[in-house]
């Protein structure tokens, strides 16, 4: 208790899934800047991590890389009892303040095409990892915490190759509205992020290097042009801010308004 006082008083703590690379990083970068310390994750690439990890420690803020695959729920508790053990030694504290349910990969393929494996590796990472990663997390959350989870523009709007990932992300929408109704009573807000298609790693980096895919997203996108993860990030952070702390459940596309 007198640790959970004292944490009080303390700069707040974000786990960012997926905080080594692309909107995971931007968002931990952005919340370094607004004075939030981070727990980010990766799933293969340590290097890119630690590039990460170094970047916020020179805007004066802590972080810690934990490694984690979120497609394996069968090693959450351990990533549970991970996390417990980074809060005490690094922040002095056994709760931390907020959650981006980020990391996610692309696996494209049409309804005619798609193979299994590639359906429940989609499944398993963006719909029953975000689910079960929440709840083992969730004791270690503080009541008056906030949850992000991170859905897609390809939720409201089609394109071919995108049935399942899309749908997945709609689900993902779905359980963010649960999450808010039975978090509620914690003080706990969750809201959905529905990014456009924005210039990272994804996808094997189309939106970013194939000019064509760039200029497409371009010529649907009210704003003009390709989302950058400097569109992203800065908005997570503001909507993890103090001052906005009555807004739960609802989903914010931040597209630069495709496909109005
Ligand atoms: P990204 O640049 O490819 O970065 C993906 C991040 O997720 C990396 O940190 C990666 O770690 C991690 N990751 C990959 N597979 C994982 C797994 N199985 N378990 C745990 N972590 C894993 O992707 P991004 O563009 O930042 O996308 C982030 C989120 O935004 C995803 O949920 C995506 O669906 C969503 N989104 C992206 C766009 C877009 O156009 N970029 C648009 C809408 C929504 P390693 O480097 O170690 O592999």
New binding site residues.
């Given amino acids: 208790m007198a640790q959970e006082n004292a944490a009080n008083s303390k700069n707040k703590v974000a786990i960012v899934?997926?905080?080594?690379?692309?909107?995971?990083r931007n968002t931990a970068v952005s919340l370094a800047k607004h004075g939030v310390d981070t727990i980010i994750?990766?799933?293969?690439?340590r290097a890119?991590?630690d590039t990460a990890v170094s970047e916020i420690q020179a805007l004066g803020r802590k972080s810690v890389a934990l490694q984690?695959?979120?497609?394996k729920s069968a090693t959450f508790d351990a990533f549970a009892v991970e996390v417990k053990h980074a809060l005490n030694d690094t922040w002095d504290r056994d709760t931390f303040d907020y959650l981006v349910n980020?990391?996610?990969?692309s696996a494209p393929g049409s309804i005619t095409d798609m193979k299994e494996e590639d359906f429940d590796r989609l499944y398993n990472?963006?719909f029953k990892g975000v689910f079960f990663l929440t709840q083992k997390l969730l004791p270690s959350i503080k009541d008056g915490g906030r949850i992000v989870n991170?859905s897609?523009?390809l939720a409201r709007f089609a394109l071919p190759g995108y049935a399942v990932y899309g749908s997945l992300k709609g689900a993902i929408e779905v359980m963010t509205r649960y999450m808010a109704k039975e978090l509620g009573p914690r003080g706990i807000a969750v809201n959905v992020v529905a990014?456009?298609?924005?210039e990272?790693?994804?996808g094997g980096g189309s939106?970013r290097d194939n000019p064509q895919a760039n200029k497409f997203v371009a010529s649907i996108t009210a704003m003009g042009r390709a989302g950058l993860p400097d569109d992203i990030g800065p908005m997570i952070a503001v909507l993890l801010s103090d001052e906005n702390r009555w807004m739960t459940a609802q989903r914010l596309e931040v597209s630069g308004g495709m496909f109005l």
Wanted: aromatic fraction near 6%; charge should be negative.
């Fill in positions: 899934t997926g905080g080594s690379r692309g909107l995971g994750t990766y799933h293969s690439n890119e991590a984690l695959d979120t497609g980020n990391a996610g990969i990472i963006h991170i897609s523009g990014p456009g298609a924005i990272t790693d994804f939106v």
